[in-house]
T-cell receptor, first 114, second 112 residues
Framework: GENVEQHPSTLSVQEGDSAVIKCTYS??????FPWYKQELGKRPQLIID?????GEKKDQRIAVTLNKTAKHFSLHITETQPEDSAVYFC?????????????FGAGTRLAVHP | NAGVTQTPKFQVLKTGQSMTLQCAQD?????MSWYRQDPGMGLRLIHY???????DQGEVPNGYNVSRSTTEDFPLRLLSAAPSQTSVYFC???????????FGQGTRLTVV
């Protein structure tokens, strides 16, 4: 089955710096890759996603890139702010499960220091 | 429009007890799913449903049962609770034709 690995597990940056989180997946047929942000004690919330027919997607300060050949995708956050501090999860959706089977990475705890 | 609502928020069970975690959504979403979240392991899919009367297993289904008698509700049953089921449980729903999953606020379950 699908397996998703996420790195790093913790990331500490200064306000204004960029942050990059990387994920690799095992199932080459996976076709949907969302990123979720979870603040302490809160529910996960979708921040950006990308489908397998797109190489890059951007939404203001966040962007996601996908390399299907290498089976990895990355989240890029520019001009980080203290409110970006949270745990970020990547996920992949195996083709066989449609969009219902999201396989998540273990998460990255991002700390943005003022 | 409350979104996805889970009850209870917190629960402590003794080993061997049974209970049902409730999940309800008022967005008329066809797809619903249950995840458990453990430290350092992300979210793992337990069971999911593509519509009333249809359910399927996820990554970690053992020890859990589900049913979907209505579009709105998707309860998760623990038949005989074990300490290994101590976790935070999230319910999520999605509208057909849309990829975004909306999560409930979670249920923190402790089995002693």
């Amino acid at each position: 089955g699908e397996n998703v690995e996420q790195h790093p597990s913790t990331l500490s940056v200064q306000e204004g710096d960029s942050a990059v989180i990387k994920c690799t997946y095992s199932d080459s047929a996976s076709n949907y890759f969302p990123w979720y942000k979870q603040e302490l004690g809160k529910r996960p919330q979708l921040i950006i996603d990308i489908r397998s027919n797109v190489g890059e997607k951007k939404d203001q300060r966040i962007a996601v890139t996908l390399n299907k050949t290498a089976k990895h995708f990355s989240l890029h956050i520019t001009e980080t702010q203290p409110e970006d501090s949270a745990v970020y999860f990547c996920a992949a959706s195996p083709f066989s499960g449609g969009y219902n089977k999201l396989i998540f990475g273990a998460g990255t705890r991002l700390a943005v220091h003022p | 429009n409350a979104g996805v609502t889970q009850t209870p928020k917190f629960q402590v069970l003794k080993t061997g007890q049974s209970m049902t975690l409730q999940c309800a959504q008022d967005m008329n979403h066809e797809y619903m799913s249950w995840y458990r979240q453990d430290p350092g392991m992300g979210l793992r899919l337990i069971h999911y449903s593509v519509g009333a009367g249809i359910t399927d297993q996820g990554e970690v289904p053992n020890g859990y049962n589900v049913s979907r008698s209505t579009t709105e509700d998707f309860p998760l049953r623990l038949l005989s609770a074990a300490p290994s089921q101590t976790s935070v449980y999230f319910c999520a729903s999605r509208l057909e034709g849309n990829t975004e999953a909306f999560f409930g606020q979670g249920t923190r379950l402790t089995v002693v």
